[in-house]
């Protein structure tokens, strides 16, 4: 079993950054590949990016390249979300999953094993 928790959420201007993180406790936490997910209302929650065990590959949705960053501290069981440049549309509840098979880094919510409580994104204009 593993517990996830968010925070670092919190209402921002556009054009500004907030740096999402994801503590785990539970099962060894480098056994899991970790990812980001969110949801804005009325719709389905949606990839945002996932790093491998190891922390040495990444995959970020379309609408997060360039502006998001994901890395994890496995000394800190703990992984991050950077979000620079933020947007009104980027406003949603931001959950991190964690994912315990093998193979390419899953951008499916359904495959993800874990998640956490999720955590409030608001960017103002």
């Known amino acids: 079993q593993v517990q996830l928790v968010e925070s670092g959420g919190g209402l921002v201007q556009a054009g500004g950054s907030l740096r999402l993180s994801c503590a785990a406790s539970g099962r060894t936490f480098i056994s899991y590949m970790r990812g980001w997910f969110r949801q804005a209302p009325g719709q389905e929650r949606e990839f945002v990016a996932a790093i491998n065990r190891s922390g040495t590959s990444t995959s970020y949705a379309d609408s997060a390249k360039g502006r998001f960053t994901i890395s994890r501290d496995n000394a800190k069981n703990t992984v991050y979300l950077q979000m620079n440049s933020l947007k009104p549309e980027d406003t949603a509840v931001y959950y991190c999953?964690?994912?315990?098979?093998?193979?390419?880094?899953?951008?499916?919510?359904?495959?993800?094993?874990?998640w956490g409580q999720g955590t409030q994104v608001t960017v103002s204009s």
């Open positions: 999953a964690a994912y315990g098979s093998y193979g390419n880094i899953p951008r499916m919510p359904e495959l993800y094993d874990y």
